[in-house]
């Protein structure tokens, strides 16, 4: 709670509005969560591997009792379910492929949960912060944040993180929706050990 106080009276100061004008950025962040709640949104998720396409889609994404839920709107068939022929040697590959997408569903999730741990309220407890033109710039471990305090949301935050111990790039653009709550837009993920990149838009925001 101090961090947070002191993270928000840095924040007023670059400003130089009147302490209490705003919240903390982390409380922001988790604040703005919640808002988002209120909304039924469409996203586009498309991965790459070695450089070539390995499957995109689409869902409907709302909260129901809280929870998040997702419903596919298009899921393309991908280059390699036509490949492989019938008999034993085809359900051989398309057992291989049924095994490799399974592994890409529990990266995808492993790299959402990572994700959304920085996104939340906690990240920001041991930050610090600088002026930069008219923004603010929020350092904190693994993580660098441009917050635009004319705003008062994020611009872009980069996260240089691990995951089962390979390094993690992640690189989000936020956008605003009318009533004022932001939201991520375009979110890019990529492990360049595993040569792996994941792409993910949202839009069509929509209350209710």
Same mark, same amino acid.
């Given at each position: 709670?101090? #961090? ?5 009276? &840095? ?5 130089? #509005? ?7 950025? !982390?409380?922001? +962040? ?9 909304? #039924?949104?469409?996203?586009? #998720? ?33 280059? *390699? ?8 040697? !085809? ?6 492929? *049924?095994?490799?997408?399974? =592994? +890409?569903?529990? *990266? ?14 906690? $990240?920001?407890?041991? &930050? ?14 693994? +993580? ?17 993180? *691990? ?6 790039? +992640?690189?989000? =653009? ?6 004022? $709550?932001?939201?991520?837009?375009? /979110?890019?993920? $990529? ?14 925001? /929509?209350?209710?």
């Amino acid at each position: 709670m101090k #961090t947070l106080i002191a993270l928000f009276l &840095a924040t007023a100061a670059i400003a130089q #509005t009147p302490a209490g004008s705003d919240l903390a950025i !982390g409380q922001k +962040m988790k604040q703005n969560a919640e808002a988002l709640r209120q909304y #039924t949104y469409k996203r586009r #998720t498309s991965i790459e591997a070695k450089g070539q396409p390995r499957g995109a889609r689409l869902d409907l994404v709302r909260y129901v009792d809280g929870k998040m839920e997702t419903v596919p709107l298009e899921s393309p068939q991908r280059p *390699e379910q036509s490949a492989g022929g019938r008999g034993l040697r !085809g359900k051989l590959v398309q057992k291989k492929i *049924e095994k490799k997408k399974e =592994e +890409m569903k529990e *990266e995808r999730e492993k790299l959402t949960a990572l994700l959304h741990t920085y996104l939340s309220a906690g $990240s920001f407890e041991k &930050a610090t912060m600088s002026k930069v033109g008219d923004d603010v710039k929020v350092v904190a471990p693994n +993580m660098t944040l441009i917050w635009s305090v004319a705003n008062h949301r994020p611009v872009s935050m980069d996260i240089h993180a *691990e995951l089962d111990g390979k390094p993690v790039q +992640m690189k989000i =653009e936020f956008a605003t929706l009318p009533d004022g $709550s932001f939201y991520n837009a375009h /979110t890019r993920i $990529s492990m360049p050990k595993k040569d792996l990149v994941i792409n993910i838009d949202t839009f069509d925001y /929509t209350k209710g």
